[in-house]
């Protein structure tokens, strides 16, 4: 049987680059750049745990 563990972070914030607790704010535009580029790359996922 083969497993296959994928972790991903949440992308960066202004209060996370401030070491505050985030409030509802939106990712950094280069946090959404980023995931845009892997999500091509992400197989179809069987189970997720969150």
Known sequence: MFA???MIAS???QAARKGRFP???APEPSA???AGAIAS???RADRVWT
Do not use: N, V
Request: glycine residues 6%; aromatic residues 0%; proline residues 0%.
């Open 4 to 6: 296959r563990l994928t």
């Open 11 to 13: 992308g960066a914030t």
């Open 23 to 25: 409030t509802d704010e």
């Open 32 to 34: 959404l750049d980023r």
């Open 41 to 43: 790359s992400l197989r």
